[in-house]
C-alpha cells in the first residue's frame, strides 16, 4: 500500500494550496480518508476526514471554512482545498486511510503517506 501527497509548498498568508493524495494498493473507495498535519514540536492533528461512501465531510473549527476535502473514487485520489492560508497553517501535512473504526481524530487504525510540507508567510 502507498499513499502519495503532492502539492505542497511556500505561499503568503492568505493564499491557497491544493494536496493531492494518489493511493495505491488498497480498494480505495472503502476506505474514509484524512489529511492530517503536523508542525515543528507539536503533535499530528486532524485537518479533515471523508467518508468512503456518502462523502460526509469533517472538519476540525481551526480550518472549517477554508479547507475542503474531496475525493474521486475513480481515480484513487484524495484532494485538501486550502484558502485564506495562515502562517499558523504552516506544517508537513499527511493524507492517510483509514482502515479501523473509531473516530477519525484517532490517529491509531490510519495506513499513511508520507508528508508534504506546506509553509505559509506573513
Known amino acids: 500500500v502507498q499513499l502519495q501527497a503532492s502539492g505542497g509548498g511556500l505561499v503568503q498568508a492568505g493564499g491557497s494550496l491544493r494536496l493531492s493524495c494518489a493511493v495505491f494498493?488498497?480498494?480505495?473507495?472503502?476506505?474514509?480518508m484524512g489529511w492530517f498535519r503536523q508542525a515543528p514540536g507539536k503533535e499530528r492533528e486532524l485537518v479533515a476526514a471523508?467518508?468512503?461512501?456518502?462523502?460526509?465531510?469533517y472538519y476540525p473549527d481551526v480550518v472549517k471554512g477554508r479547507f475542503t476535502i474531496s475525493r474521486d473514487n475513480a481515480k484513487s485520489m484524495v484532494y485538501l482545498q486550502m484558502n485564506s492560508l495562515k502562517p499558523e497553517d504552516t506544517a508537513v501535512y499527511y493524507c492517510?486511510?483509514?482502515?479501523?473504526?473509531?473516530?477519525?481524530?484517532?490517529?491509531?487504525?490510519?495506513?499513511w503517506g508520507q508528508g508534504t510540507q506546506v509553509t505559509v508567510s506573513s
Open positions: 492517510a486511510a483509514r482502515e479501523a473504526s473509531g473516530a477519525y481524530d484517532e490517529l491509531s487504525g490510519y495506513i
Open positions: 494498493g488498497l480498494t480505495f473507495s472503502s476506505y474514509p
Open positions: 471523508i467518508h468512503w461512501s456518502d462523502g460526509s465531510t
